[in-house]
């Protein structure tokens, strides 16, 4: 049996980040769908669910969305510009401006999530 060892680089992380961030928004999304069905029960139920969901825990879990989002797209156009043949030989530094440019947005975004509601 083979033995592989992994290169601990950014293409790892990259691939890495991309699919946990892509099963956060699996979830996430199935979570928008059952929230959506208490609109069913009617307006006090939703209500209510939404009081439940205004709660910090929750609140932080907005920004993890945020993150989610912007690495899981930032990521999937480097992708594609790397499937298109452009700047292959830069993926290190592209990752690298991905992850800062995702980190900058997350920051301002969850402060604007967090403190302007």
């Given at each position: 049996?083979?033995?592989?060892?992994?290169?601990?680089?950014?293409?790892l992380?990259?691939?890495?980040?991309?699919?946990?961030?892509?099963?956060?928004?699996?979830?996430?999304?199935?979570?928008?769908?059952?929230?959506?069905?208490?609109?069913q029960?009617?307006?006090?139920?939703?209500?209510?669910?939404?009081?439940f969901?205004?709660?910090?825990?929750?609140?932080?879990?907005?920004?993890?969305?945020?993150?989610?989002?912007?690495?899981?797209?930032?990521?999937?156009?480097?992708?594609?510009?790397m499937?298109?043949?452009?700047?292959?030989?830069?993926?290190?530094?592209?990752?690298?401006?991905v992850f800062?440019?995702?980190?900058?947005?997350?920051?301002?975004?969850g402060?604007?999530?967090?403190?302007?509601?």
């Amino acid at each position: 049996m083979r033995s592989y060892r992994y290169r601990w680089g950014e293409g790892l992380w990259s691939h890495l980040f991309h699919r946990i961030s892509g099963v956060a928004l699996i979830v996430y999304l199935s979570m928008h769908i059952w929230v959506i069905h208490h609109l069913q029960h009617g307006q006090t139920a939703y209500d209510e669910l939404m009081n439940f969901l205004g709660n910090p825990l929750f609140r932080m879990g907005e920004v993890m969305l945020l993150a989610a989002i912007l690495f899981h797209g930032l990521n999937g156009l480097r992708l594609v510009v790397m499937d298109a043949g452009l700047g292959i030989r830069k993926q290190r530094a592209t990752f690298w401006v991905v992850f800062v440019v995702c980190a900058i947005l997350v920051l301002v975004g969850g402060l604007v999530l967090l403190i302007g509601s």
